[in-house]
């Protein structure tokens, strides 16, 4: 039975929870004493730590706003398979990441199954400092570590009939207390994404390994996830363990809850209100401030031309 759900941030208490402390310098830092995060210990056990720093992409090297400080974006997380609460940094550094394998398959050459050291072989790693903003109308600003889809799509050798890319994350109810099923309600686990392959073959989208020049701590991902600067930030899925060339256009986690709110494309516009909240402006994570959001989240010079042809289409939910 699937009961429709309301996500976290549409349930009118989330508004007043202890939450917004996050989102306020002078109270976030008496709730981050009080937690304990786990992550750069699990960080310097990381056998791919010698990766980074990695080299920064003199190209994204200022996303136009200050960078937020490392303890918000790592302690601030949207991750529903630990929970709808955004403090589940503690109860992800929990979650054992080696070893991880990611499958790649579909319409590709040769499915391939590789360990994620392995994958990491076959890439150059780099930063960049690109902006991210959430459905919910908070953003922040992060130096990224990762390789390109692109790269990612080479290395997968899709076949001609690929049209989309489906990104699938983990299922571990054993260490993720999301997954495990409620009573009376389930969500459509895993968590699944998907950007069409021109969006893929764009120099934007980035597979994130690593933040602020270190491994990604497990809340904010680890060891794999995606990042599209221009998007709402769910379809940046996190977790990563299988990737998919299809057909046909995949149906996403939030699609499948709510497909009159969260829909294919989810590109930014301040102009195009979520059905209950404006999308007008923003608060930068950590100093609180509130900057007024931009088309395609500041990066339609890069992205815009690839929904020219998509009259038709809700682009912006
Ligand atoms: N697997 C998975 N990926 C996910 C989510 C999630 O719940 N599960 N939440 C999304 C949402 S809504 C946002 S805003 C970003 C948050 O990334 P962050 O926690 O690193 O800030 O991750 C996205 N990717
Ligand atoms: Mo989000």
Not at 61 to 74: I, L
Not at 105 to 117: F, T
Not at 220 to 240: C, D, E, N, V
Not at 283 to 309: C, F, W
Request: glycine content about 8%; charged content about 25%.
């Amino acid at each position: 039975m699937l009961i429709k759900h309301r996500a976290g941030w549409e349930m009118p208490e989330s508004r007043v929870t202890p939450e917004h402390v996050f989102l306020n310098r002078r109270t976030f830092l008496g709730a981050a004493a009080a937690l304990a995060v786990a992550s750069p210990a699990r960080a310097e056990e990381d056998p791919s730590a010698g990766l980074y720093p990695a080299k920064p992409n003199p190209a994204f090297a200022d996303a136009g706003r200050p960078v937020t400080e490392a303890q918000y974006a790592t302690t601030y997380n949207n991750y529903y398979e630990f929970g709808s609460s955004k403090r589940i940094a503690e109860a992800a550094a929990r979650m054992p990441i080696r070893p991880w394998e990611v499958v790649i398959d579909g319409e590709v050459e040769a499915p391939q199954r590789l360990g994620i050291d392995d994958l990491l072989k076959q890439v150059m790693l780099e930063e960049r400092i690109y902006r991210h903003r959430c459905v919910e109308a908070w953003a922040m600003v992060v130096p990224w570590t990762g390789f390109t889809v692109k790269r990612l799509v080479e290395i997968a050798r899709p076949t001609a009939d690929a049209k989309y890319v489906r990104f699938e994350g983990f299922n571990k109810p054993e260490f993720a207390p999301g997954q495990k099923d409620g009573l009376f309600t389930s969500y459509p686990w895993p968590y699944v994404e998907a950007i069409t392959m021109a969006e893929a073959l764009n120099d934007l989208p980035l597979m994130v390994t690593g933040a602020y020049g270190k491994p990604l701590p497990n809340s904010m991902g680890a060891p794999l996830r995606l990042h599209l600067p221009w998007k709402y930030g769910f379809k940046s899925i996190k977790g990563i363990v299988r990737v998919s060339f299809t057909k046909e256009r995949p149906v996403s986690f939030w699609e499948t809850l709510g497909p009159s709110e969260y829909g294919f494309w989810a590109n930014v516009n301040p102009e195009v209100p979520h059905p209950r909240w404006s999308q007008d402006s923003e608060q930068m994570l950590g100093s609180g401030e509130r900057v007024p959001t931009v088309i395609y989240n500041g990066y339609a010079e890069q992205v815009a031309h690839l929904y020219k042809d998509l009259g038709g289409e809700k682009l912006f939910m």
